[in-house]
């Protein structure tokens, strides 16, 4: 248990984790479009899941 802790903590989940919260506030007032939320989204959760399964 310890040891995810410790892996969720990292600066790149940190960072995904962030992004992924601006960009669904964004989308939420408006700000930008939801096909743009949407590439954006998949472009962020596909780069740290792509880094995950290579460190495995």
Do not use: H, W
Request: aromatic share 12%.
């Amino acid at each position: 248990m310890k040891e995810r802790m410790n892996k969720l903590l990292t600066v790149k989940s940190i960072m995904t984790l962030l992004i992924t919260a601006v960009f669904c506030y964004l989308a939420a007032v408006g700000r930008i479009m939801p096909d743009q939320f949407i590439v954006i989204f998949t472009t962020i959760v596909g780069f740290y899941f792509g880094t995950q399964k290579v460190k495995e």
